[in-house]
């Protein structure tokens, strides 16, 4: 059984997010399923490993965005009964690069040595808490970026919602664009007597150049 779920959400690039599936799965296959999230996407432009569609017209007019589109992802797996198959979850934009093999092993084997982190995040080379890290190292965290988490189950078990639908299953979906949800899901994280860390065993980076020029093919604000 494979420990991870990874998820991706897609709108409208679905070059880009196949890209990032194949090299998930030629990386780290073994350890983890993998799962598309289609956020108001076209029907020409679904990934072709696409799981669910989120397809009503205010999602096709206005997407799902980070919060509730990874809301969605997991509520869908609890709803088919696959969410207790996994032991960690990992969240991720399709703008993430990935060019370190083996990235879900490096970062699966720190969340196994400390049982109280419940959110782990890659740094990225371009990030001050870069100069905090030592080699091969972690550091827990007020506050991380949002393109790349990996989850524990036992942490979101503590914080998700599972009777109020999608929107509100982990992130407040009430706030659409998401501004502040790296501070809400880390408060959870504390406030249930767990932590959230930065690692720089494996580096993950945000290729912008998808959002400055695609803003209107993917149906955002400008950058």
Same mark, same amino acid.
């Given at each position: 059984m494979k420990p991870i779920a990874t998820l991706i959400l897609n709108r409208n690039l679905p070059k880009v997010t196949d890209r990032l599936?194949?090299?998930?799965?030629?990386?780290?296959?073994?350890?983890?399923?993998?799962?598309?999230?289609?956020? =108001?996407?076209?029907?020409?432009?679904?990934?072709?490993?696409?799981?669910?569609?989120? /397809?009503?017209?205010?999602?096709?007019?206005?997407?799902?965005?980070?919060?509730? =589109?990874?809301?969605?992802?997991?509520?869908?797996?609890?709803?088919?009964?696959?969410?207790?198959?996994?032991?960690?979850?990992?969240?991720?934009?399709?703008?993430?690069?990935?060019? /370190?093999?083996?990235?879900?092993?490096?970062?699966? !084997?720190?969340?196994?040595? /400390?049982?109280?982190? =419940?959110?782990? !995040?890659?740094?990225?080379?371009?990030?001050?808490?870069?100069?905090?890290?030592?080699?091969n190292s972690y550091k827990f965290s007020w506050y991380i970026h949002n393109h790349a988490y990996l989850l524990r189950k036992e942490f979101?078990?503590?914080?998700?919602?599972?009777?109020?639908?999608?929107?509100?299953?982990?992130?407040?979906?009430? /706030?659409?664009? =998401?501004?502040?949800?790296?501070?809400?899901?880390?408060?959870?994280?504390?406030?249930?007597?767990?932590?959230?860390?930065?690692?720089?065993?494996?580096?993950?980076?945000?290729?912008?150049?998808?959002?400055?020029?695609?803003?209107?093919?993917?149906?955002?604000?400008?950058?």
């Amino acid at each position: 059984m494979k420990p991870i779920a990874t998820l991706i959400l897609n709108r409208n690039l679905p070059k880009v997010t196949d890209r990032l599936y194949r090299k998930i799965r030629s990386n780290d296959g073994d350890i983890t399923d993998i799962f598309v999230i289609e956020s =108001g996407s076209s029907k020409k432009n679904l990934s072709k490993y696409a799981t669910w569609h989120a /397809n009503s017209k205010v999602v096709k007019k206005n997407g799902l965005r980070f919060p509730r =589109g990874m809301n969605y992802g997991l509520y869908n797996l609890w709803k088919e009964k696959k969410f207790e198959k996994y032991s960690a979850f990992f969240l991720v934009t399709n703008d993430t690069v990935i060019k /370190n093999k083996k990235t879900l092993k490096k970062l699966y !084997s720190i969340l196994l040595k /400390n049982k109280r982190i =419940g959110i782990l !995040s890659p740094c990225s080379r371009k990030w001050g808490e870069n100069k905090l890290l030592e080699r091969n190292s972690y550091k827990f965290s007020w506050y991380i970026h949002n393109h790349a988490y990996l989850l524990r189950k036992e942490f979101l078990k503590k914080v998700i919602n599972t009777s109020s639908g999608y929107k509100h299953f982990l992130y407040d979906g009430s /706030n659409f664009r =998401g501004y502040g949800l790296e501070s809400e899901i880390i408060a959870k994280a504390y406030a249930n007597n767990f932590a959230a860390a930065i690692t720089n065993k494996v580096f993950l980076e945000e290729n912008e150049e998808y959002l400055l020029k695609n803003t209107d093919l993917i149906k955002t604000e400008s950058y």
